[in-house]
């Protein structure tokens, strides 16, 4: 029998005009009384636990409350999002709703970052830093939303169509989607980590997308990233047993072409290589007895992207 040719879709053209960095407003202040993360002041998170990323109880209902806050403001963001608003509106937005549940934007201050919110358009791969740029009919933008609240994080994302977006374009986010499903479909009890990124990459090169390998997901609860590493591709050596409690993200990011990145001056934003679209979607996910549980949901249990699709 004849091996199938895979498809790709490298003829997507390059993403014009480029993206390029905008003026930033002053970093905005969090008050008081809210609790911050250890690194709010200093920037500087420490080492990653080396813990196996599984949660108390406690830990877990705390991170319930935490991933449903997360999942609400990144509605508010995404209803936020049309052609003329710039990035950093969107901050704006992600901050003060994040302030008014009494949350810390978790991004504010990690290793020196300057926002609350990344905010990630066309071929940046992740970590846009919100600015003065306008979305633009047309664009597709990654919003990367992350509370701490309570005494731990909640962390999600979604790549929003931002007007008139082309076949190309719609095809990758809804593929992106679909190949985080497959990952978060792959969690359960006794189940290696590289499954989940088996189950991601066979569907990106199923529909000839290519799967970024610079940025993977990780452990999170107390901290914002733990020691834990979930790859979103194949990856054998990662033989770490999948335990019930075990709380990480699953967030994949896909590319129309070839998937190696480059960063800007920032040391922040990651943009592809060859310069064409990339997208994003992120869950935190628990490992329970039977399966997972999404932990960034909304309170009736809808997920934020389901209210854009």
């Given at each position: 029998?004849a091996?199938?040719?895979?498809?790709?879709?490298?003829?997507a053209?390059?993403?014009?005009p480029?993206v390029?960095?905008?003026?930033?407003?002053?970093?905005?202040?969090?008050?008081?009384?809210i609790?911050r993360?250890?690194y709010?002041?200093?920037g500087?998170?420490?080492?990653?636990?080396?813990?196996s990323?599984?949660?108390?109880a406690d830990?877990v209902e705390?991170?319930?409350?935490?991933?449903t806050?997360?999942?609400?403001?990144l509605?508010?963001?995404g209803r936020?999002?049309?052609?003329?608003v710039?990035?950093d509106?969107?901050?704006?937005v992600v901050?003060?709703?994040?302030?008014?549940?009494g949350?810390y934007?978790s991004?504010l201050?990690?290793r020196?970052?300057?926002?609350?919110?990344?905010?990630?358009?066309?071929?940046?791969?992740?970590?846009?830093?919100?600015?003065?740029?306008?979305?633009a009919?047309?664009?597709?933008v990654?919003?990367?939303?992350?509370?701490?609240?309570?005494?731990?994080?909640g962390?999600?994302?979604?790549?929003f169509?931002?007007?008139?977006?082309d076949?190309?374009s719609?095809?990758?986010?809804?593929?992106t989607?679909?190949?985080?499903?497959?990952g978060?479909?792959?969690?359960r009890?006794?189940?290696?980590?590289?499954?989940?990124?088996?189950?991601?990459?066979?569907?990106?090169?199923r529909?000839?997308?290519g799967v970024?390998r610079?940025?993977?997901g990780?452990g999170i609860?107390?901290?914002?990233?733990?020691?834990?590493q979930?790859k979103?591709?194949?990856?054998?050596?990662d033989?770490t047993?999948?335990?019930?409690?075990?709380?990480?993200?699953?967030e994949?990011m896909?590319?129309?072409g070839n998937p190696?990145?480059?960063?800007w001056?920032?040391?922040?934003t990651?943009?592809?290589?060859?310069?064409?679209?990339?997208a994003?979607?992120?869950?935190?996910?628990?490992?329970?007895?039977d399966?997972?549980?999404?932990?960034?949901v909304?309170?009736?249990?809808?997920?934020?992207?389901d209210?854009?699709?």
């Amino acid at each position: 029998m004849a091996k199938r040719k895979r498809r790709n879709i490298t003829d997507a053209p390059v993403s014009e005009p480029p993206v390029r960095p905008g003026l930033l407003s002053p970093t905005r202040t969090v008050p008081s009384a809210i609790g911050r993360p250890p690194y709010a002041a200093s920037g500087d998170p420490g080492p990653p636990a080396r813990s196996s990323s599984v949660r108390t109880a406690d830990e877990v209902e705390r991170m319930r409350r935490a991933g449903t806050a997360a999942a609400e403001i990144l509605v508010e963001a995404g209803r936020a999002v049309r052609p003329g608003v710039t990035t950093d509106q969107i901050d704006a937005v992600v901050h003060e709703a994040t302030v008014a549940r009494g949350g810390y934007p978790s991004p504010l201050n990690y290793r020196g970052y300057l926002k609350s919110v990344c905010t990630s358009v066309n071929e940046v791969v992740c970590h846009g830093i919100p600015d003065s740029r306008p979305l633009a009919d047309g664009d597709i933008v990654n919003i990367d939303v992350t509370i701490f609240l309570d005494g731990v994080h909640g962390d999600t994302s979604v790549t929003f169509l931002v007007g008139d977006v082309d076949d190309h374009s719609r095809r990758l986010v809804t593929e992106t989607r679909i190949a985080m499903d497959r990952g978060i479909d792959a969690v359960r009890p006794a189940q290696p980590v590289h499954a989940i990124g088996r189950a991601i990459e066979r569907h990106a090169h199923r529909h000839g997308l290519g799967v970024v390998r610079e940025f993977i997901g990780h452990g999170i609860g107390t901290e914002f990233h733990s020691g834990l590493q979930v790859k979103h591709y194949f990856d054998p050596s990662d033989d770490t047993m999948l335990v019930a409690g075990m709380t990480f993200t699953i967030e994949p990011m896909l590319t129309l072409g070839n998937p190696s990145c480059a960063l800007w001056d920032d040391d922040w934003t990651a943009v592809t290589l060859d310069g064409r679209r990339t997208a994003q979607f992120e869950h935190t996910v628990l490992v329970t007895e039977d399966g997972v549980e999404r932990l960034t949901v909304l309170p009736d249990g809808t997920l934020p992207a389901d209210l854009f699709a």
